[in-house]
């Protein structure tokens, strides 16, 4: 059984102020914590606008989730959010509800996504403390990690983004000595939730003892490497800094040893430094890593690669919602329903395959009173390739996704009855002569037969048959 402990963003005790009104501009930074493997679960999630003036202010995450309708769209841009009421979190300690949120280029709208094209350089720099003497790995060893090999992170990159972007010029420096000991970065009950290490103080000094080094103005994402255990979590998000002139959002990693062991948590944490959320299953628990059809949540069920390997664990791909969030499924490849009817005989190849010319990605939206951040998505995965070829089956896979109300927007769904606890059962794979109804028929997927590349299949949307367990075999 896995040890779990609730999301902090979920529960926690809410202590109320007194009232007032702000108005903050500045950039979204958002963040996510992530526990070591066989831990006790533990995920965080914090979103905070750093203004001009160097403030930090935390937001609180359902308000600031509600008010954006889609949040994680807005990561690293500039915004302004009208704060009603300051709040004590056990989370995070004082974080502002949120009221209003919005792009400061378009106030009175929703902003485009950011799309992730093109080279996306990371530096990775190995800071380690005064205090703990070993050097874990070579820097020879993560300028590998960061290579074209097959199996390697440019590699990875290539792949899971249809050759959209490639990680070349990145590049590896250190190790450097941090100023400090480890007992000034990280508290001594540090968790990972509540009593956290401080990743601003270990950013700061962590390029500032390489900036005598490294020229930061070429990267766009920085991997920061540490030689001893941080908090209990690796983290991935954003640092909002000024480097070489350079004034940005960068994307950041801070990882401990375990971290950069196996290549797949890495990668999990460099999609965060992308801008992507976890994703989840549905079985309603409090542990986001048991959707394996996903690295940004399960880094480690289905994985490819060995334990004891050079490089470990490799990265599975995403999910098509967070490829789809990022820019890198075109528009031909993706098909929108959003109107009752029959759409019969849908060629839907793997979502892993580039160059495809079929459709990859299907969204069905709900009807009303459901809100457009409701809708759930269509993907075919198979076991192919470097990266795929452990998934547990070949199967037609469905996400429910909810932007509005979830710090994991989108979760596998599974025919099970109880959902399973971790999503690589044989109810969250749908297969040739199986179907799934949405909850109030609102939907019917039937997978008619397979390809060599994926399967065709029929979506009835606005049907009237109800299952009891959402399962029609």
Known sequence: MKSRIWPAAVAFAVVCLPLRADTVEGVLELRWGDSAPGAPIMSHFEAAIVADDGRRVLLDTPSALLAAGNLFQLGGQRVVVDTTAQRASAEAGNAWLVGSIAPVQQISGVATPLAVTDAQPWVTLLCKFPDVAVEPQPLSYFSMMLSNATGRLDDYWREVSYNKINIVGSQAYGWFTLPHP?????????????????????????TGVADATVNFSPFVGINTMYNEELDGCAWGGGEYATLDGVHKLWYTTWEPPWGYTHEAPLAHEMGHGFGLPHANNSDGDGDTYDNPWDVMSDSWDNATGSAVGTYGWLPKHLNVWSRDKLGWIDAARKLTISTNGLYSDIVLDRASLIGSTNRQMIVVTLPSPQPATHYYTIEARKRVGTYEASLAGDAVIIHEVDTATRVSPSWSVDAAVPPADVSNNEGSMFKVGESWVAPGGAFTVTVKSATTDGFVIDVLRGSDRIFTNGFDP
Request: aromatic share 12%.
């Open 182 to 206: 480890r007992s000034y970065y990280v508290p001594a009950d540090a968790n990972c939730s509540s009593s956290r290490a401080n990743l601003d103080a270990l950013f700061a000094d962590c």
